[in-house]
């Protein structure tokens, strides 16, 4: 495990914005949510709030994308994302087949 002054060497570290002059959390803070981790799920989380109008504060023990979310490879594969047409083209069973997890794929949509 690396410390809060280390990173594994990667694109992401090498280009990151290092700024740290984020303040720390003293004392009581009242908000409408709290989001516990800076990576793509957590920053995501805390700017559709913060668009829709509540006071959200972040918590990050290192910096934004310190763990997984700064070392993946930076693929997004959405597989087929409008199954219905290969179901209509080859069956009902080409989803599975090509393996595309039906569930999957819906439940990707759906977010």
Not at 22 to 28: A, M
Not at 44 to 51: D, F, P, R, Y
Not at 63 to 77: K, P
Request: proline fraction near 2%; aromatic fraction near 6%.
């Amino acid at each position: 495990m690396h410390g809060a002054g280390e990173h594994t060497a990667s694109y992401y570290a090498a280009t990151a914005n290092v700024a740290t002059d984020f303040p720390r959390l003293e004392g009581d803070r009242h908000c409408d949510v709290v989001v516990v981790g800076g990576g793509f799920t957590g920053v995501s989380a805390m700017l559709h709030l913060v668009e829709r109008g509540y006071d959200v504060i972040l918590l990050e023990a290192n910096r934004v994308a310190w763990g997984a979310s700064g070392r993946n490879g930076g693929q997004l594969i959405d597989g087929f994302v409008e199954e219905d047409k290969i179901e209509k083209r080859r069956g009902a069973d080409a989803p599975r087949r090509q393996g595309t997890g039906r569930r999957g794929g819906r439940g990707v949509r759906a977010v």
